[in-house]
T-cell receptor, first 112, second 112 residues
């Protein structure tokens, strides 16, 4: 069974600084999708970024970018110019076929 | 407005009393899915559906049932709830399974 690991249960970053959240996954498949979702205290689940495994180019979305290392099965999220509104729980998710597997999450605090 | 609507938002009930959590989406999405979120475990997939009358088990289906009689609705049924099903539940939908999912606002379920 596929697994997703987020080794940092909690992290903090100073406002305007950069932070990287780590995610590793285990799979024997070659064609899959990876996502980062954000869950603020309102408990809504909000898409941050999506990566297709067959694309070597790392996905970016404004201040959010990923470092996708397929061979290492690593999918880290970099948040640049951190803002107070970035404070949330971040979940990494793996998708193959109709199945989704989420990691346990990393709680990010942003310090003013 | 494009949305996934779950009801109820909160429910406290007792062991063994059948309950249904409704989920409806207005985006004509093919794919719908149910998750439960527990601290330290992230989101775990309960059931998913590729289309009307097509459903399949996720990673934690025991104790749950679903149906997909109409494209827009995907209710989650707990026929004999037990305390270990106390959790935060999310319904989600997307055009295809590998596309970003739209999530409902969640249902906090407590079973005494």
């Amino acid at each position: 069974a596929q697994t997703v690991t987020q080794s940092q249960p909690e992290m903090s970053v100073q406002e305007a600084e950069t932070v990287t959240l780590s995610c590793t996954y285990d799979t024997s498949e070659s064609d899959y999708y990876l996502f980062w979702y954000k869950q603020p205290p309102s408990r809504q689940m909000i898409l941050v970024i999506r990566q297709e495994a067959y694309k070597q180019q790392n996905a970016t979305e404004n201040r959010f970018s990923v470092n996708f290392q397929k061979a290492a099965k690593s999918f880290s999220l970099k948040i640049s110019d951190s803002q107070l509104g970035d404070a949330a729980m971040y979940f990494c998710a793996y998708n193959y076929g109709q199945n989704f597997v989420f990691g346990p999450g990393t709680r990010l605090s942003v310090l003013p | 407005e494009a949305q996934v609507t779950q009801n109820p938002r909160y429910l406290i009930t007792v062991t063994g009393k059948k309950l249904t959590v409704t989920c409806s989406q207005n985006m004509n999405h093919e794919y719908m899915s149910w998750y439960r979120q527990d601290p330290g475990l992230g989101l775990r997939q309960i059931y998913y559906s590729m289309n009307v009358e097509v459903t399949d088990k996720g990673d934690v289906p025991e104790g749950y049932k679903v149906s997909r009689k109409e494209k827009r609705n995907f209710p989650l049924i707990l026929e004999s709830p037990s305390p270990n099903q106390t959790s935060l539940y999310f319904c989600a939908s997307s055009f295809q399974y590998n596309q970003p999912q739209h999530f409902g606002d969640g249902t906090r379920l407590s079973i005494l």
